[in-house]
């Protein structure tokens, strides 16, 4: 009998864990989800995985993913791992590589500067101790980095030799990421990616958003009960920061 | 003929191109680098290589590196294509997913969150636009990451069965890439990680530091005109931000 697939993320957000969980669930892949458990079980549970176990070092944060005797951390690392198992990595192992590269970029552009952008100056304090920060920071950010994030990804999808996804023709896991990106970015600035959908400059994104969605698994799976709502995590919505582009 | 090396990355500072070069000196490989060019054809290289080739999507920003026809972006990317050709990734594919886990979350915590804390509030903007942001960020940085961070590593470096390396006794690039970022964290925050130093809480981080920095071909690497100075980069030494945790 083949090792089950085991997600270990906090409950109450979709978090980074959504990524992981997006492409499980686009594959029809059985899997557990520490998520399913009550928020102070589930939070104890993932805090005794955080220790090492034999071969494998300490983890830094959750998302963690188990399967046989490899414990696995970091999101990306966890989806290159998962990719090729999944069918969701491109043909081959230079498709593997591109794949990755851009999870990656959308992760480090769309997630981690968005998560940044509530909390400039430490992740350690409350988000209204750094408020005025806060603001500035999204002003910039909307200014100058949302534009050149979403044009990226428009050359990215422009560049194919026919089809709408990131390889073309072939659906892969970076466009699950890129979905869950744009997604919270719409929830976190909804302003600003109206702005940005209605000048026309980016319609192979947005349409990606809505190809994405209308996925069957995908569909099914946000229609679910398992699918979380965006809430304290790193797509937050705070009316001071969600601001037009000038 | 095996296809060349060819690491593409702008000249000037280390940057993210340096864990790449560490990696490719610790196993004697040879390599061309765009580095050794005058600045400006250098970053006039550089950039015509953004643009996509065929079976390539677009790429973000350099670090690039090409081998064959996969040209391939993302510094841990990179480092997790060239770690097991070069065998610097461990025994196995569950050490190769290890040692990645491990370089992603050093460049996520001791590169980008260093990068960042000169320019809490835009990329875009001069240090000088944000000076006071990034003062209080360091101040910060320095009291609850930094511990964070170096704990972090200090258990990493225990939890193995003899051997002074993050997998034990088989040395990876996930030291290279530890090395690199203590390296530039000493060249970015001297009195602070002096303290940290002197605490006597991460002997086996510091000792890695130093262990690494002796291996032969890094030793000869460090030592020759290839290695470049610490300017403007990830990280950058301004006084007001070099303070003592409290």
Redesign the interface.
């Known amino acids: 009998m083949a090792a089950p697939y085991e997600l270990i993320y906090y409950v109450g957000v979709p978090g980074r864990g959504e990524h992981i969980r997006l492409a499980l669930e686009e594959a029809g892949a059985e899997y557990t989800d520490t998520a399913s458990l009550p928020m102070d079980k589930c939070r104890e549970f993932v805090t005794s995985y955080l220790t ?1 176990g034999p ?6 944060a959750p998302p963690l993913f188990k399967h046989g ?2 414990v ?3 999101t ?2 966890i989806l ?2 998962l990719g090729s198992k999944l069918g969701l990595a491109g043909a081959n192992q ?1 498709d593997e ?2 794949v ?3 999870a ?2 959308a992760l480090d ?1 769309l997630s ?1 500067e968005v998560h ?1 952008s509530h909390h ?6 409350y988000y209204e101790d750094q408020r005025e ?1 806060s603001k ?2 999204c002003q ?2 909307i200014k ?2 949302l534009p050149k994030h979403l044009g ?1 990804w428009e ?2 999808l422009a ?1 194919d030799e026919g089809g709408n996804w ?2 073309g023709k072939t659906f892969t896991y970076a466009d699950l990421v890129l979905f869950q990106c744009l997604d919270g970015c719409k929830f976190a600035f909804p302003k600003a990616m109206s702005q940005a959908k209605e000048s026309g400059k980016y319609n192979r994104v947005f349409r990606l958003w809505e190809d994405v969605k209308a996925r069957p698994n995908v569909a099914a799976y946000l229609a679910s009960e398992k699918r979380q709502k965006y809430d304290w995590g790193i797509y937050r919505y705070y009316p001071d920061n969600d601001v037009l582009a000038e």
Chains 1, 2 share one sequence.
């Not at 071969?55 to 830094?60: A, R």
């Not at 400039?120 to 304090?125: H, K, W």
């Open positions: 090492p071969g494998n070092p300490p983890y830094y005797d490899l696995i951390s970091q990306s690392n290159m791992y230079n590589y591109r990755n590269a851009l990656l970029t552009g981690n940044d400039p100056i430490a992740v350690e304090l920060e500035r920071r910039e950010w100058t980095r990226y050359r990215a560049s990131l390889l």
